[in-house]
């Protein structure tokens, strides 16, 4: 089986993000059949339709990256019941030029974790809305809404071994989602 590449979006900018800690351990729990990378959200200006016949360097390159990837998998927290303001402009900012988004076709992953006990529902599912019009084929299950994160690492390393476990079959199984969507 070829290893396939996955962009890695966290939708948190916290140094400390729980978010980026879980999205670690999906990489070091993933099978060689994914090669994994963060892609980094956080400098990207704000879209501004304006700007689309003089894009700024940076939305070209991270367009740019986003097409060299087979999958993307979204790990991202929930903000006031959404996505975080980042992840939305970061998914703005690859969708466009209109007709070119850099999104369309790759399978995608969605994992919202918080530590309250809801797992930010509420961001995964306006995520999914937005892949569905993206054209992005989202695994439906297993679903990842990863509750009560602030009493599951000691530091960066996850000490819940159920949660764990959890990681590894959606791990395994997006795996799989990707093989079956790609090219
Ligand atoms: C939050 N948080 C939050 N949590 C949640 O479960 N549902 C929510 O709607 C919100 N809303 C919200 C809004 C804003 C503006 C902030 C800053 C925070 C709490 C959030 O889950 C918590 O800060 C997480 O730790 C953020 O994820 P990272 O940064 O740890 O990855």
């Known amino acids: 089986m070829a290893s396939r590449k996955i962009a890695v979006i966290v939708g948190s900018l916290r140094k400390e993000s729980f978010n980026c800690k879980v999205a670690r ?12 990378e963060i892609v980094e959200i956080g400098k ?16 070209t390159e991270f367009r740019d990256r986003i097409k060299g990837y087979d999958g993307v998998l979204f790990v991202t927290p929930e903000y006031n019941r959404s996505v975080p ?7 703005d900012v690859g969708s466009r030029p209109y007709g070119h988004s850099a999104w369309s076709g790759k399978p995608a992953g969605v994992v919202t974790v918080s530590p309250g006990a809801v797992g930010g529902f509420g961001a995964n599912h306006h995520l999914r809305q937005m ?16 509750g009560g994160v602030g009493k599951m690492f000691d530091g960066d390393t996850l000490s819940n071994d159920a949660t764990r476990a959890f990681l590894q079959t959606f791990i395994d199984a997006y795996a799989a989602w990707v ?3 790609a090219d």
């Open 25 to 36: 351990t999906l990489m070091l729990l993933a099978g060689p059949e994914l090669d994994m």
């Open 44 to 59: 990207l200006p704000l879209y501004n339709e304006d700007d689309d016949a003089n894009p700024p360097p940076v939305y």
């Open 85 to 91: 303001g980042c992840l939305k402009n970061a998914i």
């Open 131 to 146: 892949l569905v019009f993206l054209n992005m084929p989202a695994m439906a299950q297993p679903e990842a809404y990863i």
């Open 179 to 181: 093989e079956r969507h």
